[in-house]
């Protein structure tokens, strides 16, 4: 049996145990919930009335108070548009209204008057607000629980293997470095159905909302990046994980033993998070393997990338993915078959060095 056809049997053998997986189906439920929630919780919180200023004595003031919106007097209308004080303005233009706004008239201050206004964009590329906050936190979050959950699984099954002796047998049967690469494999797979499912649920959902013929066209760049992205971010990820899990005997030692593997996912979520709107360090985060997952997609969903930086981005991440993948694998091979304790890193580089002379 060569090394694919190992790795291909490793795989089938992980695949059939985690579809049977209730932590799987109840991860996999609750992002597509999320993902619903997420596309549709923008529609329903725009719902309201628009405010909307015009100036004094406008002949517009009283169909719009008519129609149930909020009106505001202001001597400068479309300043206080731009301040955020209204949500649209009002104005006369040679006898005929004309609706100012910064990104998008509202509907119901268009609808509230007679005839189709002349509609003046101030901003029209602009993002909604709510879908900035929305939008990276959906990357994030996506990333950094199913790499968590999944790897966390991927170091329980070794610890689970070793635990049973199961680990002796399957050595017997094929190469050690073929069950690295099948639990990766068999979770990446995982992952990026679940991954999938969810972008599917995302787009349904938003095609109820108002604005999902706006919102469509500025996600469809960043998720189709988010793929190649997710997938060697969580090769990654998944390596080290199985090799935490290769380190210790216990099921109580895995999150002792992954806690640098739990820290270089979390931090990297928190930092997209909180510096979202900092240019500078979104920028550096796209090239880190560890947040550029996250970080990248989230620049093109605004913009902010250049056309090239993805695919040096994606190089970088590749060739970290490669190099965890070759640790991953000797601390693997040299830990897998010690059940004396828990085995250090160190040790296992050690001990995988010697039985290779």
């Known amino acids: 049996m060569n090394l694919l056809e190992a790795v291909r049997l490793v795989a089938a053998r992980e695949l059939k145990v985690k579809l049977r997986d209730k932590t799987f189906l109840f991860s996999t439920l609750f992002f597509l919930l999320f993902a619903l929630g997420s596309s549709v919780l923008p529609a329903v919180f725009a719902s309201g009335a628009s405010s909307v200023a015009v100036v004094q004595a406008s002949p517009y003031e009283q169909k719009l108070r008519d129609a149930g919106l909020e009106v505001k007097v202001v001597a400068d209308p479309e300043k206080t548009v731009r301040d955020g004080d209204a ?13 100012v706004a ?13 005839v189709a206004p002349e509609v003046h964009l101030l901003d029209p590329d602009a993002v909604d607000e709510l879908a900035k906050f929305l939008v990276p936190f959906m990357f994030a979050l996506v990333f950094f629980f199913t790499s968590l959950t999944f790897g966390i699984q991927i170091a329980q099954s070794v610890v689970e293997e070793k635990q049973t002796r199961m680990v002796e047998i399957l050595v017997a049967a094929v190469p050690v470095r073929a069950l690295l690469i099948g639990k990766v494999a068999a979770g990446g797979l995982l992952a990026l159905a679940q991954v999938a499912l969810i972008a599917v649920v995302s787009i349904v959902g938003s095609q109820f909302t108002d604005d999902a013929g706006d919102l469509l066209p500025l996600l469809a760049p960043a998720m189709s990046w988010f793929i190649p992205f997710f997938v060697l971010g969580f090769i990654m ?13 216990r099921l109580e030692d895995v999150s002792n033993a992954g ?13 997209v998070i909180f510096l979202g709107d900092n240019p500078t360090a979104m920028r550096i985060l796209s090239y880190v393997p560890f947040s550029a997952p996250t970080a990248m997609p989230v620049r093109l969903f ?5 056309t090239w930086e993805p695919f040096v981005a994606l190089v970088i991440l590749a060739a970290a993915a490669a190099g965890a993948l070759l640790l991953g694998a000797r601390i693997y091979e040299g830990s897998l078959l010690r059940t004396n304790g828990r085995t250090s890193w160190s040790a296992a580089w050690r001990d995988r060095e010697l039985r290779s002379i």
């Open 87 to 99: 949500d649209a303005a009002v104005v006369d233009q040679g006898g005929k209204p004309q609706v």
């Open 102 to 114: 910064m990104r998008d008239a509202p509907g119901d201050v268009v609808r509230s008057l007679s």
């Open 237 to 249: 990820l998944a390596a080290l994980w199985a090799a935490v899990g290769a380190l210790v005997n």
């Open 259 to 271: 806690m640098p593997v739990q820290l270089l996912v979390m931090l990297p979520f928190f930092a």
């Open 302 to 306: 605004d913009g902010s990338a250049a």
